[in-house]
């Protein structure tokens, strides 16, 4: 910290400046130095990790000595377009934290935003690619993703929110949506969730989504979290809210109903039958993904007779040597398939490859000659390796890899039967869901929607 | 006319498509069901477009509300703790029918109570849900379900072993009096529009029946309603079918897809109304749960300010249930049908009217008084 130089006739540092070093004190890279030039005099405070030096000297500091008057220099000041109004105490420390500086010009105070960011450079789409939409994804810095979601949506009543939470960081939020077609319900309740959100740290979105779903045990994502700007304005378009954090590449979108879940931006790029196909690919490999270990399970061990009777005894064949019943056969599979999964997902890009390749190849085909498992089986879970994937949320898909356990346990207990029912009890589960008082699940029948006039219940 | 309204009616119309109603038709085939037939589908008719037009009298409102407001509560309790167990007894039926199904036809070896278990964890939950989830989530069954339904019927009707000389023999039977027990079963088929009493509370907006949506369900009942009756005799014959005990899935297994994964048309056809069935026990049992509720409302009965009387309710429904099941034979499930089909639907839609009529009466004096 820089003392105040003790030149005779320096004018005293004005009190809240005083407050505002007592409060950083031990830091090294506060700065509080006055500005002095016949007479005229204004102080600056700043940390000097977070702010642009060379602008606060483009900006400040060169126009001090090149003006003639206090006077001239305070309104040059309140021009800058960076100039925001002072706030109260506790927000000011957040602001000066973040990176502004606090200029006092005898009685009156301003406060510059000149944060100096490293990390804005726009990342690459990794998480859900795309062939033909932007390349380009979110920032890590929210300036910047707010930037890019304003540079795609040219419109007035798109308001941007910022909210500094209660948390431990005073991590920026900021919330965007369409005024004219946001529902003003969700958004008292997403305020309000926010407002209320009583927890010590978050760090990125998905940890923010975590804690704003209040109930304890939920199986399906209420709120989708995202990197594509296009997806984005696509939501603002449907009149849904953006919560962008700070310091995290991913926004999340609020709120959700499950078919958002299972729609790629690409269908919208695409020539409406080819994008039909590929949709339909998606549920396909919805269901086969959730029911086909139940399945297995419930024609070889409860009803072989529901298939013709050629593919009966072909599934029977092939389990000829199998030493345990079918479920076990199951769950060690879908183990070791998890396992796999899990494990080149953690792993270094260079080293996932072994490891698909030793899994995948070596043990798929020594588990059945060693006739631990049936061949059929491998195919089984191959098919229902890939189709997990063609979910294209991510959250989704691992919820999924969730309710097929669930669909198989329940299967095993109770057959065919128990398949269809647990089921239809996975549908019961997720049309009871509500995602911010909007349904999760149901029939979206175009222009009824006023039909049953019970959503605002 | 709202589209759940058509799900309520519908749903409860398919599911006893399968269970016992064919049979206590069929028993019926040589004194005058077809007379019946007619006879209750155009009492349905009139039930339902009187039914939803009392109930559009009370937006928003269930029975028990509408009993609250209106009449004393020695009138209302009874009723409501009438309409609760015959509700509940609806539900149970079909679960006992559905029970029997899968212990004969799918898994033989399987203990009766394991079946029964399988139902418990998805209905309980089904039962707490929302009205309004339990209308969407029928929807999304009800289309799931429906293309297959029509496919079944498709191939029934174009099958070559259909033999349209039984249905015509069984048509020719036109000239009997109508018989009572056949009348009052196809009017339980009828009736799905009685589940208002309960989701009614959901309907905010019910209008009045439009005269598009009166065609469409006529023409829909008197669909299902032929086609429950005279499918199986065109498939088993006039005289033969009258031993069988569910002749719906007999007819189903009387076809075959040639070319299909899995060859036998039953299957397919077990699956889809099993899943209807699950729906219509879930309606039923809301229903029945509700207005139970709103005769014993334990306040002191609670556990941490949680009050137990759904979980109470729910567990002596399954207890009943489990117990019922174990003892009653397939001949006690026809003669209990056919009891509750020939007395409880008849004088539950009579009191229902009832009711109504008389609340929407007081509805109309107090609104008189207010204006003085």
């Known amino acids: 910290m820089n003392e105040q130089q003790g030149t005779s006739g320096a004018p005293e540092a004005p009190p809240l400046l005083n407050t505002l070093s007592k409060e950083f004190k031990p830091s090294n890279d506060v700065v509080q130095t006055p500005l002095q030039i016949k007479g005229e005099c204004a102080f600056l405070f700043y940390l000097k990790s977070v702010t642009d030096g060379d602008k606060i000297h483009q900006t400040v500091i060169r126009p001090f000595f090149e003006m003639a008057s206090e006077e001239s220099f305070t309104s040059y000041i309140q021009s800058l377009p960076n100039q925001s109004e002072v706030p109260a105490k506790e927000q000011l420390f957040v602001k000066i934290s973040a990176g502004s500086v606090l200029i006092a010009i005898r009685d009156r105070t301003f406060l510059l935003d000149v944060r100096l960011v490293k990390n804005n450079e726009v990342q690459d789409t990794t998480i859900e690619p795309t062939v033909h939409g932007p390349q380009k994804g979110l920032s890590e810095d929210i300036g910047t993703t707010i930037n890019l979601i304003r540079q795609r949506y040219h419109k007035p009543s798109l308001i941007v929110e910022e909210i500094v939470t209660d948390d431990e960081t005073n991590r920026t939020v900021a919330l965007l949506y369409d005024n004219d077609l946001v529902e003003p319900e969700v958004l008292k309740k997403i305020k309000a969730e926010l407002e209320n959100l009583q927890t010590p740290l978050f760090q990125s979105a998905g940890e923010l989504q975590h804690f704003l779903n209040k109930s304890r045990w939920t199986l399906f994502p209420t709120t989708i979290i995202t990197e594509r700007p296009d997806r984005i304005i696509f939501n603002l378009v449907g009149g849904k809210v953006v919560i962008a954090i700070d310091g995290s590449p991913n926004v999340i979108i609020a709120p959700v109903i499950f078919f958002d879940f299972m729609s790629s931006m690409e269908d919208n790029y695409r020539v409406s039958v080819l994008s039909g196909m590929t949709i339909l690919l998606r549920y396909i490999g919805l269901f086969i993904c959730i029911l086909l270990p139940g399945l297995y399970v419930a024609m070889t061990s409860y009803n072989p007779n529901i298939l013709r009777i050629e593919l009966a005894l072909t599934v029977a064949g092939s389990r000829i040597g199998v030493p345990y019943p079918s479920f076990f056969e199951v769950l060690f599979m879908l183990l070791f398939m998890e396992l796999l999964t899990e494990a080149s997902m953690r792993l270094p890009k260079a080293v996932s490859g072994t490891a698909t390749t030793v899994g995948g190849l070596i043990l798929g085909t020594a588990a059945t000659e060693a006739s631990l498992t049936s061949t059929i089986m491998i195919i089984i879970i191959a098919a229902m390796a890939i189709s997990t994937f063609v979910i294209p949320i991510n959250e989704m898909s691992f919820t999924m890899r969730v309710v097929r356990v669930l669909l198989l346990i329940y299967s095993s207990l109770f057959g065919m039967v128990g398949l269809l029912i647990g089921f239809m009890g996975i549908i019961f589960l997720m049309v009871n869901k509500e995602s911010l008082g909007i349904p999760y699940l149901r029939i979206p029948w175009i222009g009824k929607n006023d039909e049953l006039k019970a959503d605002n219940k | ?372």
């Open chain 2, 1 to 372: 006319m709202s589209r759940f309204l058509f799900y309520l009616i519908l749903i409860n119309m398919m599911t006893s498509m399968v269970s016992l109603t064919p049979r206590i038709l069929i028993a019926g085939s040589g004194s005058g069901t077809v007379v019946s037939l007619i006879i209750a589908l155009f009492v349905g008719i009139v039930m339902t477009y009187i039914l939803v037009r009392l109930f559009s009298h009370f937006p928003g409102l269930g029975l028990p509300e509408i009993l609250k407001a209106y009449a004393p509560k020695w009138f209302a309790k009874p009723i409501l703790l009438f309409f609760g167990l015959a509700w509940y007894t609806a539900g149970l039926f079909t679960l006992i029918a559905y029970t029997i199904i899968i212990i004969r036809f799918l898994t033989p070896n399987m203990s009766i109570y394991t079946i029964v278990l399988t139902f418990v964890i998805v209905v309980t939950y089904g039962v707490f849900m929302k009205a309004r989830n339990i209308l969407y989530m029928s929807e999304i069954i009800f289309i799931v379900v429906v293309p297959l339904i029509v496919f079944i019927q498709l191939k029934g009707y174009i099958n070559r072993d259909l033999n349209w000389d039984y249905v015509r023999i069984a048509l020719m039977e036109i000239n009997h009096l109508p018989d009572y027990g056949a009348f009052t079963s196809s009017l339980f088929i009828v009736i799905g529009t009685a589940n208002l009493v309960i989701f009614n509370r959901v309907f905010t907006q019910l209008k009045k029946p439009t005269g598009k949506g009166m065609a469409l369900l006529t023409f829909l009942l008197a669909y299902v309603l032929a086609s429950t009756y005279f499918l199986p005799i065109g498939f088993g014959g006039y005289e033969p079918l009258k031993t069988t005990i569910f002749p719906w899935i007999m007819t189903s297994d009387s076809i075959r897809m040639k070319f299909g994964i899995i060859e036998r048309i039953v299957f397919i056809f077990t699956g889809a109304f099993l899943a209807l069935g699950v729906v219509s026990i879930v309606m039923h049992w809301h229903v029945s749960i509700q207005l139970l509720a709103s005769v014993f409302d334990f306040k002191r009965f609670k556990w941490k300010s949680f009050n137990l009387t759904f979980p109470l309710l729910i567990v002596m429904f399954w207890v009943v249930a489990m117990f019922v099941i174990a003892k009653i034979s397939t001949e006690g499930l026809f003669r209990a049908v056919e009891m509750y089909d020939d007395y409880f639907t008849p004088t539950l839609l009579v009191l229902l009217v009832f009711c109504l009529l008389l609340a929407r009466k007081g509805a109309a004096s107090k609104w008189r008084k207010s204006k003085k």
